[in-house]
């Protein structure tokens, strides 16, 4: 059994360095922290280290390393002392299927973002398109958010023009979220191919997508004009998921 104490361990601060995203990208490495969320990464096989507090019992079917209250603190962002801490590995994602589509540009708060990947694989879809101007899904933030459904669906980060020109070169139907010169979403007879694109929390989808789009559509409210864009994902992703 493996028991680290030093906070000057090498591989301490490698992990540490984790919670940086320039160090994320360089190592192709993150931070999970919640058992559930070891359990999903077990299953997805993307863990790659298990690190256990001293004196807690290994729950789980593969061997980890053992480190102090200390160690724990430091790589951790909660505020209660962790009993496991995971690191996976970051894998470059694929559609396998392409029928249900969800674009983010620019979506830069953690948690929408994290609230958004679980709603889309709550509902079946098949991959979160994000620009290169959004959170970072491995943020623990995000990573909090999501609950585990990063590891349950394709996630692809680019120029959001290369998300468009895939979904025109594939025939999948653009459907942009604006509420001016657009229709109300209960009016949308959703093709059987489509990709639904959600826009920056204060500025929404810019101009240059918009023109892109195929149609575009509107939310009806009675009293307020905007919805924050996970709870707008969330009923357009409802709609369109049953009603196609």
């Given amino acids: 059994m493996e028991i680290i104490r030093s906070l000057e361990n090498s591989r301490i601060k490698l992990y540490s360095s984790l919670k940086m995203k320039k160090y994320r990208d360089k190592n192709r490495l993150f931070i999970i922290e919640e058992k559930h969320l070891i359990q999903e990464a077990l299953k997805a096989e993307r863990l790659k280290q298990l690190i256990i507090r001293e004196g807690v019992e290994n729950e789980f079917t593969v061997e980890g390393i053992y480190v102090s209250d200390d160690i724990m603190r430091k790589l951790s962002e909660?505020?209660?002392?962790?009993?496991y801490i995971g690191i996976c590995e970051i894998?470059?994602?694929?559609?396998?299927?392409?029928?249900?589509?969800?674009?983010?540009?620019?979506?830069?708060?953690?948690?929408?973002?994290?609230?958004?990947?679980?709603?889309?694989?709550?509902?079946?879809?098949?991959?979160?398109?994000?620009?290169?101007?959004?959170?970072?899904?491995y943020n623990s933030k995000t990573i909090a958010a999501c609950q585990g459904a990063l590891f349950s669906i394709?996630?692809?980060?680019?120029?959001i023009k290369n998300h468009l020109d895939y979904c025109k070169s594939h025939g999948i139907t653009l459907y942009g979220t604006s509420l001016k010169e657009s229709n109300y979403?209960?009016?949308?007879?959703?093709?059987?191919?489509?990709?639904?694109?959600?826009?920056?929390?204060?500025?929404?989808?810019?101009?240059?997508?918009?023109?892109?789009?195929?149609h575009n559509f509107k939310?009806?409210?009675?009293?307020?004009?905007?919805?924050?864009?996970?709870?707008?994902?969330a009923i357009a992703s409802y709609y369109f998921r049953y009603h196609g």
Avoid: H, W
């Fill in 154 to 159: 394709a996630i692809i980060r680019d120029d």
């Fill in 185 to 214: 979403l209960s009016a949308i007879k959703p093709d059987k191919r489509y990709a639904l694109i959600f826009g920056n929390e204060g500025q929404g989808i810019s101009a240059e997508t918009l023109a892109r789009c195929n």
């Fill in 91 to 137: 894998k470059q994602s694929s559609l396998k299927n392409d029928k249900r589509l969800i674009i983010l540009e620019d979506v830069q708060d953690p948690g929408n973002v994290g609230t958004i990947v679980r709603t889309a694989c709550c509902f079946g879809y098949d991959g979160i398109l994000l620009s290169n101007k959004c959170a970072d899904i």
């Fill in 78 to 83: 909660n505020n209660s002392l962790n009993d």
């Fill in 219 to 233: 939310i009806e409210m009675d009293s307020f004009d905007s919805l924050n864009v996970a709870n707008a994902m």
